[in-house]
């Protein structure tokens, strides 16, 4: 399983939202966006979780 955190990039982003300098965590599991964050530790939690997740579903087909 692959879940990563990336930046979002301002060519990725509205005029207005780099203007006011927000900022944007995404959570792709698989090439899939699975959230956006205000928070990169909000983002790297819910990656944990994913992860965890992806974890337990391989310990049952086990």
């Not at 006011?20 to 909000?42: K, N, P």
Request: hydrophobic fraction near 30%; glycine fraction near 4%.
């Amino acid at each position: 399983m692959t879940v990563k955190v990336t930046e979002r990039d301002d060519s990725h982003m509205s005029h207005e939202g780099v203007a006011a300098g927000i900022r944007i965590w995404d959570v792709h599991q698989q090439d899939l966006l699975e959230g956006m964050f205000h928070s990169e530790s909000d983002a790297h939690s819910y990656r944990l979780e994913l992860e965890t997740q992806e974890q337990q579903r391989e310990v049952r087909r086990a």
